[in-house]
Structures are given as C-alpha cells and as structure tokens.
C-alpha cells in the first residue's frame, strides 16, 4: 500500500522555521491534490494547506501567510514551508494525496 513519506519534523522556538517534505510515486503525484492536516494536543484535525495538480495552493485560515506550499516536480515532492511559528502550531502534520493516501504524520514542536 502507498504511504506518503513526511519528513522535516522537530522542535524550533516561538518564531523560528521549518520545512516539511512529502514524497509520493510519480504516478499518484501527478494526478491528485496535496496537501497537509494538523492534530494538535486535544484539538480536532484541521487543514493546513493543499495544492492542485495545477499548482493552485489554498490555506487554512489560521496561516495568515505564514506558510507555503509547492510542488517540485522533478522529486515528486509537495513542501510546507512554516515561518513564524508559534507555539499553538505545535502537532502532528499529516500529509495526504487525494485524501486517499496518507503519511504517518511528522511532530512539529514549538516551544522556547
């Protein structure tokens, strides 16, 4: 069975960065959206941002610019860019193709 492969995780202080990485098969890449979830400590899942097939990227309402995503297309690879980090960012990421495929997640800590 297909899995996403996260990841990028870690611990980073109140407005520092981090980069998550999500790869999939070519085959899967190339024809379903991508795009993250977060579950937080007590809290419900919630989307982070996903990007189209046509590189058409859409965000939480939380971000407030301070995430990116994009596709490399030659690593088959969907990133989450994260600036600005502040400690309610602290979860478990998960990535998903098509909501069909699914990493196991990647603990993003934010504490100082």
């Known amino acids: 069975q297909v899995q996403p492969v996260e990841s990028g995780g870690g611990w980073v202080q109140p407005g520092g960065s981090l980069r998550l990485s999500c790869e999939v098969p070519e085959s899967i890449f190339r024809i379903y959206s991508m795009g993250w979830y977060r579950q937080g400590p007590g809290k419900q899942r919630e989307l982070v941002a996903e990007i189209g097939t046509d590189h058409t990227p859409y965000y939480g309402a939380f971000v407030k610019r301070r995430f990116s995503i994009y596709r490399d297309m030659d690593k088959n690879t969907v990133y989450l860019q994260m600036n600005s980090l502040k400690a309610e960012d602290t979860a478990v990421y998960l990535c998903?193709?098509?909501?069909?495929?699914w990493g196991r997640g990647t603990q993003v800590t934010v504490s100082s």
């Open positions: 998903h193709a098509g909501e069909i495929y």
